[in-house]
């Protein structure tokens, strides 16, 4: 089975960074389309960031220009770059991978699922 694992998440100030990181394990070389959700407490959850092969990488608008998404094949990790963060940032932060690679975004069905990371950011 293939299970992902993310790790990174924190408590910081206003206007700080965090990197999240998402680890790969078992099989997962056919998944071609990766992701960052997140979900704050009495809301629903929403994609953050894809990256795919084909369709290059997506942004929901609240983060364009903050998050960066990247992937590093040979570590099998998927990672999230957050600077300026907001309090409106804060929740819980989820990696998904999708085994096909086009289309890749967060309105399709996601195949694998890690645990998530709380991330807090405090005015």
């Known amino acids: 089975q293939v299970h992902l694992t993310e790790s990174g998440g924190g408590s910081v100030q206003a206007g700080g960074s965090l990197r999240l990181s998402c680890k790969a394990s078992?099989?997962?070389?056919?998944?071609?389309?990766m992701a960052w959700f997140r979900q704050a407490p009495g809301k629903e959850r929403e994609g953050v960031a894809t990256?795919?092969?084909?369709?290059?990488?997506f942004y929901v608008d609240s983060v364009k220009g903050r998050f960066t998404i990247s992937q590093d094949n040979a570590k099998r990790t998927l990672s999230l770059e957050m600077n300026s963060l907001k309090p409106e940032d804060t929740g819980m932060y989820y990696c998904?991978?999708?085994?096909?690679?086009?289309?890749?975004?967060?309105?399709?069905?996601?195949?694998?699922w890690g645990q998530g990371t709380q991330v807090t950011v405090s005015s």
């Open positions: 998904a991978a999708r085994i096909p690679t086009y289309p890749c975004n967060v309105g399709l069905p996601f195949d694998y």
């Open positions: 990256v795919g092969r084909l369709s290059g990488t």
């Open positions: 078992g099989y997962i070389v056919r998944a071609g389309c």
